[in-house]
Structures are given as C-alpha cells and as structure tokens.
C-alpha cells in the first residue's frame, strides 16, 4: 500500500509526475495548485484531493513535493501565509 503524500505544484512536469504517484505509486496524492483550475483538472483525472491552501493539502501526509517555477514561489508555498 502507498504512502500519503502531497503534491504542490502541478505545471508542466508537475502535473504528469503527481499522476505517476497516484496511478503507478498506488499513493494516494493531495494537490495544491496557486491555479486552481489546474488542481481540479488534475483531480478528476487521477482522483486523490486537492487542498485549499498548501498546508491543507500537505496536513497528514508522509511526503510533501514541491514543484514550482523559483524561488520566491518556493518560499510562498512553504514559508508564506497559507504554506
């Protein structure tokens, strides 16, 4: 049985390699996307939940990635209001 994990970031390489740990990983996945729109469409293609915030998606998981596109977003989605 996979692990519970978190996912933040869902552009280009994000998207594809949350899906790899939901569908091939049996992980069961959370989402965080600054687009939300991105979020749900990931969602209702590879199921798991998408979080409101990142520390809502994070909360309770055993793993957290982050792919974003710099540094300062690296630091909003970890060390800003919401991460």
């Keep these: ?3 519970r994990v978190a996912f933040i970031g869902l552009g280009v390489m994000g998207f594809p390699m949350a899906g790899h740990l939901a569908e091939r990983g049996g992980h069961a ?3 965080y996307n600054r687009t939300r729109a991105r979020a ?3 969602v ?3 199921g798991g939940t998408l979080g409101e ?3 809502a998606a ?3 998981a055993e793993l957290v ?3 974003v596109g710099d540094d300062p977003d690296v630091r909003e989605v970890t ?3 919401e991460g």
Excluded: N
């Design 1 to 3: 049985m996979g692990k």
């Design 29 to 31: 996945v959370s989402v």
């Design 40 to 42: 749900e469409q990931w």
């Design 44 to 46: 209702t293609r590879f």
């Design 53 to 55: 915030t990142p520390a």
């Design 58 to 60: 994070a909360k309770g």
């Design 65 to 67: 990635f982050c792919c």
């Design 79 to 81: 060390l800003g209001k």
